[in-house]
């Protein structure tokens, strides 16, 4: 059984961006991305998601929405995939000047987890466009350069 992909798109466009906060340069967002997954591992899918929540332009109802359908994957998934035990970051890519992906597994006892995080560029920094994971580890050979 393959899970549904959890993803969570959100639109970046000026009138919403404002409202986010930004990571200020591109050198930020693999440390950022670094803290989510660190959090993730860490502390479980609330405190990734904290660690998140600022960056995003969402509001917190569907954060919490998206968590909700988070944890319930994890718990359907857990006696077969075993606990969290780190995180792998697998590369990075960019799309012209605004947009960047940076890929990373999540490692459990028995599979890896890829999550992706979607950044764009606004006039006032960078902001979490979109996020995902899934348990289609397979499919990175195809996603990462």
Do not use: C
């Amino acid at each position: 059984m393959t899970l549904r992909p959890i993803v969570f798109a959100v639109a970046a466009f000026a009138g919403l961006a404002a409202r986010a906060d930004t990571l200020k340069t591109e050198a930020d967002l693999k440390p950022f991305a670094d803290r989510v997954m660190a959090a993730t591992v860490g502390a479980g899918l609330e405190a990734g998601f904290a660690v998140m929540r600022p960056y995003l332009v969402i509001s917190e109802t569907e954060l919490q929405n998206v968590l909700l359908k988070s944890r319930a994957q994890r718990e359907e998934t857990a006696p077969r995939y075993g606990k969290s035990v780190g995180y792998e970051y697998i590369g990075r890519r960019k799309l012209g000047d605004s947009l960047v992906r940076l890929t990373y597994i999540e490692k459990t006892e028995r599979h890896a987890l890829p999550w992706m995080f979607h950044f764009y560029q606004t006039r006032n920094g960078w902001v979490l466009s979109s996020f995902l994971w899934n348990d289609r580890a397979s499919e990175l050979f195809n996603m990462v350069p």
